[in-house]
């Protein structure tokens, strides 16, 4: 009798305990939905605007501003008036134009200009920062010193500084070196920027030195191992260094606003602001144009990105 109270008692335990599995594993299936709904919500928050624009690029002139007009519009003194009437926002035009891109594309060059100046601003910095960031990184994360530290340090200070604050600085020694008006004035304070030095050398320092101590008592020179070893064990923190530093210049505003005079010059981040309200339809299809290289070289390097910025340096198992 004692032996079969005993077998129900324990029974009796490992149901409850199935019970109790059965409860937490709900709970957790419950917290995982509630977090999925959550960043479902934020996710869609984020991507109406980017949807909206791409949707809106292929309405006609016409329907842009029967939906849009009342918000740019302005009184007899060209001031902006009260908006009494809701806007109208749509995502599916009534009609799929390509006006606006036919207008863009081919009819107006200048649009398709100030996209080049973007590249044309935008590339070099994005090349010749990574290779004085990634050299200087190396020698930052191989030999340790006070100096070297204090550099370091003064490195992360300008850092943490806005761009604004190092514009009036940049703009004295422009105007010195005569560099005002030409892509030097962009090219040079961006290829010295110190975010990527910062974030490559954090990386290479998490590389062991047994690895580097290796390869010196095979031989190798210092150009063999920060060659050989150190770029490509930081690939991911190079793509990530890339991505980032292209989405920050291909967007900047101030430096060709203040170094650049000329408006042939500007790059079409600043001339999409000049966009006037008889032209929304080709602002929004002049924005899809603008948005595809960040979104490619972001969907190309989304992995490379995230292994950049987690991954804790050394060799991979």
Not at 44 to 49: A, D, S, T, V, Y
């Amino acid at each position: 009798m004692k032996k079969r109270g005993a077998s129900g008692s324990w029974e009796d335990l490992a149901e409850q305990d199935r019970q109790a599995a059965k409860s937490r594993k709900r709970l957790q299936i419950a917290k995982i939905g509630l977090a999925t709904a959550v960043a479902a919500a934020f996710a869609i928050l984020f991507l109406m605007p980017i949807v909206l624009t791409i949707t809106n690029s292929f309405m006609a002139a016409s329907e842009i501003s029967a939906n849009y007009g009342s918000v740019f519009a302005k009184d007899a003194n060209g001031g902006k008036i009260y908006i009494a009437e809701k806007v109208n926002l749509k995502f599916i035009p009534d009609m799929v134009s390509f006006s606006q891109y036919n207008t863009v594309l081919l009819k107006s060059p200048e649009y398709l200009l100030k996209f080049w100046n973007s590249v044309i601003l935008v590339a070099p910095i994005v090349i010749f920062q990574l290779i004085v960031a990634s050299l200087a990184s190396y020698g930052f994360a191989r030999y340790r010193g006070r100096i070297r530290e204090i550099i370091f340090f003064m490195y992360i200070i300008l850092m943490l500084m806005p761009y604004q604050v190092t514009l009036v600085p940049n703009y004295l020694v422009s105007d010195w070196l005569n560099l005002l008006d030409t892509n030097w004035a962009i090219w040079l304070p961006g290829i010295m920027s110190p975010f990527a030095v910062f974030l490559l050398t954090k990386f290479m320092r998490r590389i062991p030195d047994s690895v580097m101590e290796a390869a010196q008592i095979d031989g190798a020179g210092e150009w063999q191992i920060y060659r050989r070893i150190c770029l490509p064990l930081c690939k991911g923190a190079i793509c990530s260094a890339a991505i980032l530093v292209f989405i920050d210049y291909w967007n900047m505003v101030e430096q060709p606003l203040i170094l650049l005079t000329d408006a042939e010059t500007h790059p079409l981040s600043v001339f999409l602001s000049k966009i006037n309200a008889g032209e929304i339809g080709l602002a929004f299809a002049v924005a899809t144009i603008y948005m595809v290289p960040s979104l490619l070289i972001f969907l190309y390097g989304e992995e490379y990105l995230v292994d950049g910025i987690t991954y804790q340096g050394g060799i991979k198992g």
